[in-house]
């Protein structure tokens, strides 16, 4: 019987076709169900001794998931709905409320605010991916001041988004509104939603109107019937569902770190792994999409000013420099494979303080603050190749901003 289903999975991998990471999984536990059969006619008895004696070894395992299962269940925080990630005409995408521990908004807060003191708007930097709620520096600011922070932001966001943000967010009457801008992939996040509706007025002449391919999930359809029951079992266990939450985590840093001039940085207290050839792309002004951007941007931020000072808040801009503008910065001459890139992202910085008024805004540069940090041994990102701040990173934007205070 196992060989028959695993024989079923790994021709309906083959017949959906889809990714080939889902055909992968497909094939692979579909060879798995076939082993044992396999096996028997290899080997007879001695296989089925063999397999006897598996079962019993597995009798004890699955007694502990189970009790494990059951003490999470009972002990345990409630259980978040997993985010389902929707189509948005002016945002591209969107989280649905209340899943992925959203707000009724759809955004990463406790609930929906009637009014703040601070509205921040941003990215995953801001979003706080791999941070817990009360780490994000949103949350963070809360905490050390006492300031009411309502946070709208989402992965791949960039400033054409954080416009709609902005006037989505002016109606909580804020003093200040964050515009957290990230250079690691910002800028040319600018040039690749310039087709979403509404944006017209933020592209250049020239400019390429264009809008990435939606992020947003298919409810009910999968890519095929193994992916459909490993969905099912990691949604019904949340021992299993933690599991592999910690294993894509694992894979995740992995293929960062194999991406093509990684560089292996080796410090005591600032060990990482550096990817200039991968950022480079995304902060040279040189490239078509970073040139275009950079003019997309200027219109964000300018609009942005415009329609927080009509609505008599201060608009605020924080500069979140890529792990590797920082690293060479701290280091010096020490990292020449980073020269490149700095430069480039230098000039990307010049030209976006350049495009906006600084009379009109405050700005928190976190190059410097970054830095001395990292002197003082404090630990801004992990050690693998993701480049999105660690929860002493956004402890660090917290502390910066927390000069906003008091309004």
Request: net charge negative; glycine share 10%.
């Amino acid at each position: 019987m196992c060989a028959v289903i695993g024989g079923a999975l790994a021709f309906d991998a083959w017949r959906q076709g889809s990714l080939l990471r889902y055909q992968l999984v497909g094939y692979a536990i579909g060879g798995a169900l076939a082993v044992p059969m396999i096996s028997l006619f290899a080997f007879g008895p001695r296989a089925a001794r063999w397999w006897r004696k598996l079962s019993f070894a597995l009798v004890p395992v699955t007694a502990l998931l189970i009790l494990a299962e059951v003490g999470v269940r009972v002990f345990g925080s409630a259980r978040q709905a997993p985010a389902l990630v929707l189509d948005d005409e002016r945002l591209g995408h969107v989280i649905a409320p209340g899943t992925g521990g959203t707000d009724a908004d759809g955004f990463r807060n406790a609930a929906v605010a009637a009014e703040c003191s601070v509205l921040v708007v941003g990215d995953s930097q801001t979003w706080g991916f791999g941070v817990e709620d009360d780490e994000t520096f949103s949350a963070q600011l809360t905490h050390d001041t006492g300031l009411s922070v309502y946070q709208m932001a989402n992965g791949s966001y960039g400033p054409v988004q954080y416009v709609e943000l902005v006037r989505r967010g002016l109606r909580l009457r804020p003093k200040r509104v964050v515009v957290a801008l990230y250079f690691g992939n910002d800028l040319v996040d600018a040039a690749d939603y310039t087709g979403l509706a509404g944006a017209e007025p933020l592209c250049p002449p020239g400019c390429k109107m264009r809008v990435r391919p939606s992020l947003a999930d298919q409810p009910g359809t999968m890519p095929n019937w193994t992916m459909g029951a490993i969905d099912w079992v990691l949604a019904s266990s949340r021992v299993l569902d933690a599991g592999a939450e910690v294993l894509k985590a694992r894979l995740r840093g992995g293929v960062l770190d194999e991406q093509p001039g990684a560089v292996m940085f080796d410090h005591e207290a600032q060990a990482t792994v550096l990817l200039p050839d991968y950022r480079l792309p995304l902060v040279d002004p040189t490239g078509e999409r970073v040139r275009e951007g950079l003019q997309v941007t200027a219109r964000c931020l300018r609009a942005i000013a415009a329609d927080v000072e009509q609505a008599g808040a201060k608009p605020v801009l924080v500069l979140i420099p890529t792990k590797e503008l920082a690293y060479a910065t701290w280091c010096g001459d020490a990292l020449p494979a980073l020269a490149a890139l700095q430069r480039a992202e230098q000039a990307a910085r010049r030209e976006v303080l350049a495009g906006i008024d600084r009379d009109r805004w405050q700005v928190f540069d976190l190059l410097e603050p970054i830095c001395a940090a990292m002197t003082a041994g404090r630990r801004i990102w992990r050690r693998g190749g993701d480049g999105h701040l660690t929860m002493t990173g956004h402890e660090l934007v917290a502390e910066q901003l927390s000069v906003l205070a008091p309004l």
